[in-house]
């Protein structure tokens, strides 16, 4: 299976930045999207960023202009700038990747433990 290790999370102030990065691991034949998405306590999980092997991006509307999603194909690594960041953008950030391995005949859902992103004054 697909290991996910995602890291960069923590507490910053309204107007800071943060640097998400997730790392997939294990019998990889290929990736095709890695993306990013966040939920908060009580509510659904949502689209924050995701970009697939041909570099198509989706961005979330409320985070259009201020996040940055890119990855490193060679290190099977997706990161997520985060830029003038606002109370709204507490939630726990998840990494999903979409990849085949030598057991899976299609691609395969992989899902991040969740890093903590906390914006507060």
């Known amino acids: 299976q697909v290991q996910l290790v995602e890291s960069g999370g923590g507490l910053v102030q309204p107007g800071g930045s943060l640097r998400l990065s997730c790392a997939a691991s294990?019998?990889?034949?290929?990736?095709?999207?890695m993306g990013w998405y966040r939920q908060a306590p009580g509510k659904e999980r949502e689209l924050v960023a995701d970009?697939?092997?041909?570099?198509?991006?989706d961005y979330g509307s409320s985070v259009k202009g201020r996040f940055t999603i890119s990855r490193d194909n060679a290190k099977n690594t997706v990161y997520l700038q985060m830029n003038s960041l606002k109370p709204e953008d507490t939630a726990l950030y998840y990494c999903?990747?979409?990849?085949?391995?030598?057991?899976?005949?299609?691609?395969?859902?992989?899902w991040g433990q969740g890093t903590q992103v906390t914006v507060s004054s």
């Open positions: 999903r990747v979409y990849a085949r391995t030598p057991r899976s005949e299609w691609w395969t859902q992989s």
């Open positions: 294990g019998s990889i034949v290929s990736i095709n999207a």
């Open positions: 970009v697939n092997n041909g570099g198509s991006i």
